[in-house]
């Protein structure tokens, strides 16, 4: 069993020089997740303990591990990047000297694609041939890659660094992944026989192939396709893997029922799930933990963050949910907001042009056009008119709205927080609510309506000679002054 | 001629179990027209008398044909899903007997991109070898596809179903397309010569193969590109062939003058149209039965379903107009939502966060912000101010609001329907219109200001000790008592 | 040096048929920059003085070339068009006749992708073989591609256009690019001795190359990968040139630090720059002379026209921004619309649905929901509430909005320009601001509240007998009539 034979060493402690950001490569996400946990979690799904070497931005390196492991990871710093080779004696001490445990796994860790069946293939691949080191190869023809080459010399193999190797690459077309399988005694011993690169002052680790064949030991390989041991050196490299693993993802859902109106521009995370028979449109970005209900339909151009969704629940295009609940047989959009902690219940519309946040809705209610419903609480079968806002900030304090079922909010109302209109009440359009409203009430704030006959032509006319013109001052500067009411 | 010799079979009875959502496959949609309606109008095109094979979900395929066919389709059920060899069993008692009509065309109905080129080239084929029977083949060396392979037997051909098949793709890699031509004696003597499958228990069609060679009859074959044979088992399938139906539309209308920006993430559907110099943002969905006029520029991720629009009209960025008709030089968006039944005059203006719906506007009227414009009749010329809403909806019935030519609009307006405003009235901002306004008149509900000196300090600083503390408390609770007015 | 010997002539003359839509295509945009700049700017570039050939549309073309150029191009009108050889006819009397610049460089107008290094490739070439005439080939095997194939003669060379080519395109997959450097006494000897074509009454420039051959001259030739010296005739052939061109820009930007989230639909202009460390998200549009600062987030969807960014900012998804100038630390969006002019401070929020124009908003000021902003002059630190408006214009001019650091603004005000809230000023939700509001004062303008009690169920009723329906009716026609307040 690899579990009970193996420990890993996995080498996370590198510049990233080739990104250009001053940031750590390793925190950079492929669908959703920080491309050092791929190497994380693929250890742990093989229960693998393991060693990983940082050094550049560790701090930030082992926060982000320990948010998502306990405890299978030890982490060892290498204080200067002096190459692979040193990274690993740094993690030489650390080792488990369990004489079961006796194969240490090297891995980089910026493969994201490694999957568990390489490192099993490895696995038996070591055993089956008594190799002393063995390590996977894969076929690359571009020299730009930054790939070791696999040489083949009189005694075996060897590898020759990208930084080193002036050959043709078209004709060394086998590259070193970076991911070995060496029996611990070989390791300790050897270790600290590399010697140092005169180009680069470098220990490299993959000295250990060329002394091993030297000494006329076994070194064995296996293979892989490019796509499962692709590094990721540069942002083109980290596009074109997370190109893959997302094509990887909407396949996936393709086979379970789910209806994908395009599978090369929707985004999806490692950790979302959608219900048979849901359609996905042009666009979408499905993110984070997001669980979609089963026959819902996500139109185009709209994004779900760590959202959840019961059953035929339909988002209109471009609307934007995030850390929010939604029901069943809910509609939303197109062009609605909702987020921070919001619950909409079954049956209810959020419609275009409507913000809805830290806010409950109730099932059944209809908030359809140009609102702002912030920190409100809002019963079961409330029609919320359209322009209606929810005033929860008065500069100081963030306070709530509490809506009671069956209200009916007039168009163009403004709901002063804190404040309550009571189970069926009713407020006139274009109302400033600023006191609580009773159940069964009507309440209105606004004032009463005035025609001034023929005035509307004195506005309209500002060029007319002497008395037109006075007024259209006066009327622009007390804009309408009050005695006209 | 081939529309007086032959008569069709069509199947389509099968089960859709791969797409896994429940649903017939046949009535997912390909640039939004149902899977089956590409086989028969296609037949229908040929002008070719058909009978169609139903039994899955028979009762919605049957409804949705008929939709968009009077007559010349035949159903006939096949209530269990025996195999394609019981399935043309079903239908020949259907058969026409004319002998004229002695040829028949049996296809899947489930393969959109078939060409009617095909199918001539089918019936040439037919008739110049003087076979018993003719069939598609095309090139196809992916084991998964589900296609039975064409096998070399010593007396000539034979179908191995994919059910069946256990050899090597890529050595017996062409594919029996599901398209044969058939004469009518043939088929009518040996379909009940057809054995059941020890392995399915299902009748296969293509069993006629081998018993046409084995009896020595003559058998032919044409080949097609996979492209226009491939079949439909799984959404992956769906979107690959949705793929290449979109690229040929696309090329249709850039060959026509009309510019994309991209040609990989526009949606068109199969019955739109395109007046030529204009242009198609990236990200566009046109759908339905959309007619776009000449100089036209329908910017990024906006969609139009059901909609026409005249010449030298633009529809600016995140835009959605459906099953409306938009004039000339008219410029919609950028976020406008205009829908259900709406008109748009020639020269108007919907701006940003506006929604029209069931309303006509005039030629060369405003709304160009934050505006609810529902149930709306509008003038010419007119100004909506930005902020304005319908009331259209009492919580009883929807009303209408009438809009005169030139009138002016004030701001953040609430109208109060039903309300007539008049020809050149003016309403200022901020009015809660409830009563009709008159021609030229000037309409004012709104309240006056009220200046209070030095009360957002007290209103900023509710930590202040006594008098500045009580006021705000006071504040808050009255939300600024009606007393101070 | 090429820059002291070369002059050069660009074929810009042609009727862009194929394109179909009554404009040369030569003003077409291809990221950002019309074609036809793609060549006057790589000339001016090199430094080498220029006679462009026009015809089709030649005022609109020349007026584009000169807004970009000043002096180094010379303009030659070609009347009618009678093929390439006439053109450059056209051209020789305008040659500059120092002894120094005696190689003429000819290449088409429609050939955006060309780049310094295939020119200076033809120079070198064209010198060291001593030839009178060299010139560039491609692959391509495509027969529909429209351009001339190199025929090998027993002479030498010679070219067949397409509209004469009836031979295998695979066979003779070699085209004439478009590109020659001839010596100019050649050149000016031989121009005239080209035969009008039969078939198509043109004088064909390629003659030359025969002419040449024939003589016993040399002539030579180089390759260019099929990108670079793509031609373009239609649409589709626009569309896959900028495919190319962007794929460019989008690789150069990965290489200096920026992290596009998909690289294949992300629309960027020539004359873009990117700050290192920032992200692009899916289907952003960076277009014009848009600058963005360092460690920016621009998220899906949102398009950026003619904008600079300072370090930090971030765009969320949907938003769009033209020709204005945004701080460092800003938010916007999402779905906010920022235009014309506007100007936004450091750490300055603007929120969903939210529109500013012709707007300056001070450092850290919010406006964060559903607001119009138009004509404003707003300090730093104010707060803008929910659904407010700046009423800049009364249906005769535009009027400015002034508002002081500090102030806070209720939730739906309605601001009627120009009006002027001062320093530190508060208005209530609701109010309609028509005056100047002094420092540290609280505007109120809003009518106060009434509540009704069970007036809510006569208005829920309006079945219910007489005296509930009478009470309906009368509130429909008085919109709830003054009496009541």
Chains 1, 2, 3 share one sequence.
Not at 25 to 48: F, H, N, P, V, W
Not at 193 to 216: H, Q, R
Not at 287 to 298: A, D, S, V, W
Not at 435 to 452: D, G, S, T, W
């Amino acid at each position: 069993m690899i579990s009970n034979k193996v420990q890993a060493v996995v080498l996370a402690a590198g510049k990233s020089t080739r990104f250009k950001t001053g940031r750590t490569k390793l925190l950079e996400k492929i669908c959703g997740q920080e491309m050092i946990l791929y190497s994380t979690r693929l250890l742990e799904a093989l229960d693998i303990p393991t060693i990983m070497v940082v050094g550049y931005q560790k701090d930030a390196v082992i926060e982000q591990i320990q948010q998502r492991h306990q405890e299978f990871i030890t982490f060892v710093v290498q204080e200067q990047q002096r190459g692979t080779g040193h990274a690993v004696q740094c993690a030489m001490q650390h080792l488990n000297l369990d004489p079961n445990r006796d194969l240490i796994l090297i891995m980089n860790g910026d493969m994201p694609l490694a999957t568990p069946d390489i490192i099993s293939k490895l696995y038996e691949q070591h055993k089956s041939t008594g190799a002393e080191l063995t390590f996977v190869t894969s076929h690359c023809e571009d020299t730009h890659s930054g790939y070791g080459r696999v040489i083949t010399t009189e005694r075996g193999l060897k590898i020759v660094e990208a930084k080193d190797f002036t050959g043709d690459a078209s004709e060394h077309c086998w590259i070193n992944a970076g991911i070995y399988l060496v029996n611990r005694r070989f390791l300790q011993e050897q270790i600290t026989a590399i010697e140092k690169s005169e180009k680069t002052e470098e220990f490299y680790l993959t000295a250990l192939i060329e002394i091993a064949c030297n000494k006329g030991l076994t070194v064995s390989t296996i293979t892989a396709p490019f796509d499962i041991v692709r590094g990721i050196n540069n942002f083109q490299e980290l596009w074109a893997a997370e190109q893959v693993k997302r094509a990887e993802l909407i396949r996936y859902w393709m086979e379970h029922g789910v209806h994908f109106s395009v599978a090369h521009n929707v985004h999806i995370d490692l950790d979302v799930a959608i219900g048979s028979g849901s359609y996905i449109g042009c666009g979408v970005h499905l993110l984070g933990r997001t669980k979609i209900g089963k026959n819902c339909k996500i139109n185009e151009f709209s994004s779900l963050e760590n959202v959840t969704l019961g059953d035929y629940t339909e988002i209109l295009s471009h609307s934007m949910v995030s850390s929010s609940t939604l029901g069943s047989n809910v509609m939303v959009g197109p062009y609605a907001h909702i987020r921070d902690n919001s619950h909409i219940g079954d049956g209810a519309y959020i419609g275009n042009f409507v913000e809805v946040t830290r806010s409950t809705i109730g099932a059944g209610t209809k908030a359809k056009h140009l609102a702002y419903l912030g920190d409100a609480e809002i019963g079961t079968a409330v029609n919320i008119g359209a322009g209606t806002v929810t005033c929860n900030y008065n500069g100081n304090t963030k306070n709530k709205t509490y809506i009671g079922d069956r209200a009916f909010i007039g168009s163009n109302n403004t709901l002063v927080a804190p404040v309550t209109i009571a189970k069926n009440a009713y407020t006139a359009a274009g109302s400033v609510i600023t006191e609580n409203v009773p159940e069964h009430a009507l309440a209105i704030a606004r004032a009463r309506q005035v025609n001034k006959d023929n005035y509307a032509t004195q506005l309209r006319t500002p060029a007319q000679p002497q008395i037109a013109n006075i007024t259209f001052v006066a009327a622009q500067k007390n804009k309408l002054s009050t005695d006209h009411l």
